[in-house]
């Protein structure tokens, strides 16, 4: 089944612990990206990348990093949590390829709290 | 940057038709989306339009008007699990980037009563 696998669905951890979120797609999707979501904000786009090795800022980057050391992995890294990156997390993937695209495909969502 | 705007919430009875509007403002254009998020829950994709007109999908339908900006998402013979939250997204190639930025409207909430 194509799918977007984020781990964990939920996490609450404290100010200033390094945590990482892990994504992976088994569409050998060259485009990822991160979104966070929070209410009345909609979906904002962290992090984004075209292809391994390549990635770029979306447009709230600050406080978050990524790696994409392959196609598949696209994990979302905070090396110092603060509580302000409270949110829900998404993942997605998507075919720059297809021209009917059908649309991007998301995780399932990572919940994360810190205190 | 893009600006995308939505209706914050709508209302509407069960069986009835509703049209969700999204206008927005935008370069390099390459493609609206709509999706629809169950609260708590992934996004899942409902359409796509990069020309103008309509695009129909069983009780679902998406107008694009390029020109204009603007497009909506219909929904007919709304049912209790239509309620939902309803976003619509656009797809830009910014100018010599060579790489593609999906942007999200903040989603308009569907309540569909009885």
């Known amino acids: 089944e194509a799918q977007v696998t984020q781990n964990p669905r939920y996490l609450i951890t404290v100010t200033g612990k390094k945590l990482t979120v892990t994504c992976s797609q088994n569409?050998?999707?060259?485009?990822m990206s991160w979104y966070r979501q929070d209410p009345g904000l909609g979906l904002r786009q962290i992090y984004y990348?075209?292809?391994?090795?390549?990635?770029d800022k979306g447009d709230v980057p600050e406080g978050y990093k990524v790696s994409r050391k392959e196609k598949r992995n696209f994990p979302l890294i905070l090396e110092s949590p603060s509580p302000n990156q409270t949110s829900l997390y998404f993942c997605?993937?998507?075919?720059?390829?297809?021209?009917?695209?059908?649309?991007?495909?998301f995780g399932s969502g990572t919940r994360l709290t810190v205190v | 940057g893009q600006n995308i705007d939505q209706p914050t919430e709508m209302t509407a009875t069960e069986g009835a038709i509703v049209q969700i509007n999204c206008t927005y403002q935008?370069?390099?254009?390459?493609?609206l989306f709509w999706y629809q998020q169950h609260a708590g829950e992934a996004p899942t994709f409902l359409s796509y339009?990069?020309?103008?007109g309509l695009e129909e999908k069983g009780r679902f339908s998406s107008f694009l008007s390029r020109s204009k900006g603007y497009s909506y998402l219909l929904l007919k013979e709304l049912q209790m699990k239509d309620s939902a939250s309803y976003l619509c997204?656009?797809?830009?190639?910014?100018?010599?980037?060579?790489?593609?930025?999906?942007?999200f409207g903040k989603g308009t909430k569907l309540s569909v009563i009885p």
């Open positions: 997605a993937s998507f075919n720059p390829n297809r021209v009917q695209g059908y649309g991007y495909t």
């Open positions: 569409m050998n999707h060259e485009y």
């Open positions: 990348s075209m292809n391994v090795e390549v990635t």
């Open positions: 935008t370069s390099g254009f390459n493609g």
């Open positions: 339009n990069v020309l103008d």
């Open positions: 997204a656009v797809r830009v190639v910014p100018s010599g980037a060579g790489s593609y930025q999906l942007t």
